[in-house]
């Protein structure tokens, strides 16, 4: 069964950092283009970054450009979002998900809650 | 850059047929899409790519009444027999080299 359990949100102050983390299981991770979506309070989804499945490819949506980093670790079966410089608007929550050869996102985690407040 | 269109909401009775619709933009009447069904507080869950030519193909587990079609640059999700649990968000997605994008997603309110 294919899993994807994110980490790592939470409370941080406008110009701070936080980095998450997504933990993925029951599937081949190393051969799989992954991704982050958000999803602010009340407001539909956003695609955020991706990487292949080597980290050859990555890219990011022009919100958060410059300021978030996506990264993989094949060897833990990992996925991370190093966020720096956070704003209120980035406030949500945050879903990794699994990108099937064909360009759709066929699984999703339930995602972590970041908040942007002083 | 490609461009997806859903109506905020709609709405249907309990036991009845439902055609929720997302569009592509200008000159993305080719891009396949897929569609996604999120209930409140949950993750989302993939329920189907569909291609331009109306085929599609279904997640894991997702019911006979849901089905998919195409029109030019119209892309459909069908639900039908409706039932409560059908209640949700639906999002319409696609992809181009370097970007995902999502539609802004169709309430769906079972009457």
């Known amino acids: 069964e294919v899993q994807l359990v994110e980490s790592g949100g939470g409370l941080v102050k406008p110009g701070g950092s936080l980095r998450l983390s997504c933990a993925a299981s029951?599937?081949?991770?190393?051969?799989?283009?992954m991704n982050w979506v958000r999803q602010a309070p009340g407001k539909g989804l956003e695609w955020v970054s991706s990487?292949?499945?080597?980290?050859?490819?990555?890219y990011y949506a022009d919100s958060v450009k410059g300021r978030f980093t996506i990264s993989r670790d094949n060897a833990k079966n990992s996925l991370y979002l190093q966020m720096n410089s956070l704003r209120a608007e980035d406030t949500a929550i945050y879903y990794c998900?699994?990108?099937?050869?064909?360009?759709?996102?066929?699984?999703w985690g339930q995602g972590t809650l970041v908040t942007v407040s002083s | 850059q490609v461009v997806l269109t859903q109506s905020p909401s709609a709405s249907a009775s309990l036991g009845a047929s439902v055609k929720l619709t997302c569009t592509l933009s200008?000159?993305?009447?080719?891009?396949?899409i897929a569609w996604h069904q999120q209930h409140p507080e949950k993750g989302p869950r993939y329920l189907m790519k569909?291609?331009?030519?109306?085929?599609?193909s279904k997640g894991d587990g997702i019911p006979d009444r849901f089905s998919g079609s195409s029109s030019g640059a119209e892309r459909y999700l069908t639900i039908s027999s409706l039932q409560s649990e059908d209640e949700a968000d639906y999002y319409c997605q696609t992809w181009d080299t370097g970007i995902r994008v999502f539609g802004g997603g169709t309430k769906l309110t079972v009457l």
């Open positions: 990487i292949s499945s080597s980290s050859t490819y990555i």
């Open positions: 029951g599937f081949t991770f190393s051969s799989y283009i």
């Open positions: 998900a699994r990108e099937a050869p064909d360009g759709r996102l066929d699984y």
């Open positions: 200008s000159g993305h009447s080719t891009y396949d």
């Open positions: 569909l291609n331009t030519d109306g085929s599609h």
